[in-house]
């Protein structure tokens, strides 16, 4: 059988092996497949809205009542309760029935025409911080509002036309328009980076799996154990992850309506070494660990260190140096600082080539301790034999 053919060969038996290992298939196509619809689902409101607070009305005025009513058409406020009693919401609050409330104190409306500055506390949950913002810019924005409603109509008090009024009181406009992440959703950001690390965890536990597996049962065959033949199955699992690549990228983030397809081509490149350093990896840890069970064990409990590593629940710069150093010999660490680059900011390959040149590096530095494991692994099954 000619080489070639052998190769082809041992890449389409090793395709329907992994198809027919009920694990394998598992991790390898319906894993990607469950994440990627399991994972966002939470993520579908994108931004948190409709926090539930409280006011503290010790005024009593016009004023006090506006600022209510601004803050009952927050979108991002439910008001709950407007109370005279701050221990009754204090109360709530400690039930976590509500997340925050803003204090309007006596004489507020008095000390207000007069021009005297007032301080309104806003008191919010700051141990959770993603409710703890959306209370502190949600009655923001409310007194904002309604600062500047007082503001313009003292300075028409004074004389000046209203647009003259508008102008004086803001003589500088800020528009903030948002890039690449335009609806400002907590999945837009998170998801993205987080299916890069599904893709090589699920790659790299499947192949160290069924790696494991075939090291179970003695082989008659020895050019089965070849380096040659390692290559094809290698580049069988590397196809594996390219298919939950192209199921993310190319399928889920458009049904999602997350940012994509910012330079696909880009994309594609990169994948080749991501995929195929991942897949490297798990064959020479499968090879190690020769063994089914122990592969999955050990690498199940790297998840949750890697997502620290990566930076998008911690900004990497800073991480310690020793961390950011570990997290570059990790593929799907350099990867979502590619991925994202490429597929959500169409970034050029220029921008991201020390990635690119870091995903290669990994991918041969894994190709090489992969063969290293399987010529031990060989050796020592020989040992065993004679």
């Known amino acids: ?16 092996a992994a198809l027919r290992d009920q694990g394998a298939l598992l991790l390898l196509v319906a894993a990607p497949i469950i994440y990627s619809f399991f994972y966002p689902w939470p993520y579908s409101t994108q931004a948190l809205q409709r926090v539930p607070v409280a006011i503290v009305d010790l005024d009593h005025s016009n004023l006090s009542r506006q600022i209510s009513r601004f803050a009952q058409a927050s979108p991002r406020l439910q008001l709950r309760l407007v109370s005279g009693d701050e221990a009754e919401v204090q109360a709530l609050m400690a039930r976590r029935e509500i997340e925050g409330y803003l204090v309007l104190p006596t004489q507020l409306k008095r000390d207000v025409a007069r021009g005297q500055g007032v301080v309104l506390p806003v008191l919010a949950n700051g141990a959770y911080f993603l409710t703890n913002k959306v209370v502190l810019s949600g009655f ?29 009181r803001s003589p500088l406009n800020v528009q903030l328009l948002p890039l690449y992440n335009l609806s400002e959703g907590y999945g837009s950001y998170v998801v993205p980076a987080v299916a890069v690390l599904i893709i090589q965890q699920l790659l790299l536990i499947g192949t160290a799996l069924w790696v494991g597996t075939w090291f179970e049962k003695p082989r008659a065959d020895k050019s089965a154990d070849s380096l040659w033949a390692w290559s094809a199955r290698t580049t069988a699992f ?104 490429l597929n959500q900011m169409g970034a050029p390959l220029q921008a991201v080539a020390p990635y690119g040149w870091a995903l290669l590096a990994q991918a041969l530095a894994f190709s090489l301790l992969a063969a290293w494991a399987l010529q031990r692994r060989r050796k020592a099954a020989a040992a065993q034999i004679a």
């Open 140 to 168: 923001g924005e409310v007194l904002g509002t309604v600062s500047a409603g007082v503001e313009l109509k003292q300075l028409q008090a004074r004389g000046q036309p209203p647009l003259q009024a508008a102008q004086s």
């Open 1 to 16: 059988m000619a080489p070639n053919k052998s190769w082809l060969g041992w890449l389409g038996s090793t395709l329907l």
């Open 238 to 341: 590397a196809l594996f992850g390219l298919l939950s690549a192209g199921w993310f990228f190319g399928l889920m983030f458009p049904f999602l309506g997350y940012a994509h397809g910012g330079n696909p081509l880009g994309t594609a490149l990169l994948l080749l070494p991501f995929c195929w350093g991942v897949a490297a990896l798990g064959v020479a840890l499968g090879a190690l660990f020769a063994d089914r069970e122990r592969a999955m064990q050990a690498l199940l409990c790297t998840s949750l260190p890697i997502a620290f590593l990566a930076g998008f629940s911690w900004p990497r710069e800073s991480l310690p140096a020793a961390l950011q150093g570990l997290g570059e010999a990790i593929p799907a660490v350099v990867g979502i600082q590619a991925f994202v680059r």
